[in-house]
């Protein structure tokens, strides 16, 4: 009999220290027991034992949650990263330069064609200039 209760005992052991796999928990959890934590009644220890995760974790999650990154750090949102967006801005400020030399050619052809003065900034519009000098307007009198 002694040898079954050992045996037991033993079984019940391997069982208790066995590791326990990473649970990954949704944010509406996350938020949960961070609400959880925050009650007076009860410590944050006691809450992260009673829901088996460490607490470090919890005080992470209730700095994320505090800084209103708790939301976005797991909801699903996708994050671009930091060196793309670089990338984008740069594109869009390169866009914006052309855009700009564009209106810029569009001015002048129109001021052009109604018979007004011309900017003298022409060194920077090199088709505009060539069109002037070869009167490929046509019929439009400059």
């Known amino acids: 009999?002694?040898?079954?209760?050992?045996?037991?005992?033993a079984e019940k052991n391997k069982h208790s220290n066995a590791i326990k796999r990473r649970r990954?928990?949704?944010?509406?959890?996350?938020l949960q027991i961070v609400e959880e934590s925050?009650?007076?009644l009860t410590?944050?220890?006691s809450v992260a034992r009673k829901n088996e995760i460490a607490p470090n974790l919890l005080y992470l999650w209730r700095r994320l949650e505090?800084?209103?990154?708790?939301?976005?750090?797991?909801?699903?949102?996708k994050v671009v990263p930091a060196s793309a967006v670089k990338l984008?801005?740069?594109?869009?400020?390169?866009?914006e330069l052309l855009l700009e030399k564009k209106n810029k050619e569009i001015e002048i052809l129109r001021a052009k064609i109604s018979g007004k003065p011309i900017i003298n900034d022409l060194e920077k519009y090199p088709l505009i200039k060539m069109a002037i000098k070869y009167?490929?307007?046509?019929?439009?009198n400059l």
């Open 1 to 9: 009999m002694p040898n079954t209760k050992k045996s037991e005992q």
């Open 24 to 30: 990954r928990r949704s944010v509406f959890e996350k």
């Open 38 to 40: 925050k009650s007076s």
């Open 43 to 45: 410590t944050i220890c």
């Open 66 to 77: 505090k800084e209103g990154k708790l939301k976005a750090f797991n909801a699903g949102v």
């Open 88 to 95: 984008l801005q740069a594109r869009i400020y390169d866009l």
């Open 135 to 140: 009167d490929l307007f046509g019929d439009v």
